[in-house]
Antibody, heavy 120, light 105 residues
Framework: EVQLLESGGGLVKPGGSLRLCCAA?????????MHWVRQAPGKGLEWVSS????????YYGDSVKGRFTISRDNAKNSLCLQMNTLRAEDTAVYFC?????????????WGQGTLVTVSS | IQMTQSPSTLSASVGDRVTITCRAS?????LAWYQQKPGKAPKLLIY???TLESGVPLRFSGTGSGTDFTLTISSLQPDDFATYYC?????????FGQGTKVEIK
């Protein structure tokens, strides 16, 4: 069974930092591009960042570029998101998700999400 | 690429045929539809515009190409009251529509 389990969320002050991670199991982690998607309270979904299976290709949304860094450790089946210079508008539930690049598919599995609250 | 869904809210009854539209600001090939219930992660319904994800009921279908796409629920069931999102994965940054909430009439 595919499982994605996010951790690291919490309350942080504006300008602060937080590191989210996602533990993957039940599939060959090193074969999938991994993504972070977020959802502000009561709002829609926003794609945040992605990292290719081997870690060579990384993309960020404009709203987080230069502040967030995505990384992965295929040996540990782990995906992380380092979030710096946090703003109130970064408050959201952060989901990790996977995409099978060879199956034409989209986000076929999601974690349960971890809440990040940026507030003084 | 901007994704625009309509309507934003839809009131319907069990058994109704429901149609949600999604328009992309430029031509795309890779489009997905998701269902999300409160407090839960989204669930993939349709990918590549019209391919039904494994395990998704046959009452869900997706059509369209280029810039105009449609999600249809042929006969709305109680479990289908939720919010639906389209998403393009044609070009980074990947983008979602604003969502369509399907409510009980």
């Amino acid at each position: 069974e595919v499982q994605l389990l996010e951790s690291g969320g919490g309350l942080v002050k504006p300008g602060g930092s937080l590191r989210l991670c996602c533990a993957a199991s039940g599939f060959t982690f090193s074969s999938y591009t991994m993504h972070w998607v977020r959802q502000a309270p009561g709002k829609g979904l926003e794609w945040v960042s992605s990292i290719s299976a081997g870690g060579n290709y990384i993309y960020y949304g404009d709203s987080v570029k230069g502040r967030f860094t995505i990384s992965r450790d295929n040996a540990k089946n782990s995906l992380c998101l380092q979030m710096n210079t946090l703003r109130a508008e970064d408050t959201a539930v952060y989901f990790c998700s996977r995409v099978d690049d060879y199956a034409d598919s989209a986000f076929d599995s999601w974690g349960q999400g971890t809440l990040v609250t940026v507030s003084s | 690429i901007q994704m625009t869904q309509s309507p934003s809210t839809l009131s319907a009854s069990v058994g109704d045929r429901v149609t949600i539209t999604c328009r992309a600001s430029q031509s795309i090939t890779w489009l997905a539809w998701y269902q999300q219930k409160p407090g839960k992660a989204p669930k993939l319904l349709i990918y590549k515009a019209s391919t039904l994800e494994s395990g998704v009921p046959l009452r869900f279908s997706g059509t369209g190409s280029g810039t105009d796409f449609t999600l249809t629920i042929s006969s709305l069931q109680p479990d289908d009251f939720a919010t639906y999102y389209c998403q393009q994965y044609n070009t980074y940054p990947w983008t979602f529509g604003q969502g369509t909430k399907v409510e009980i009439k």
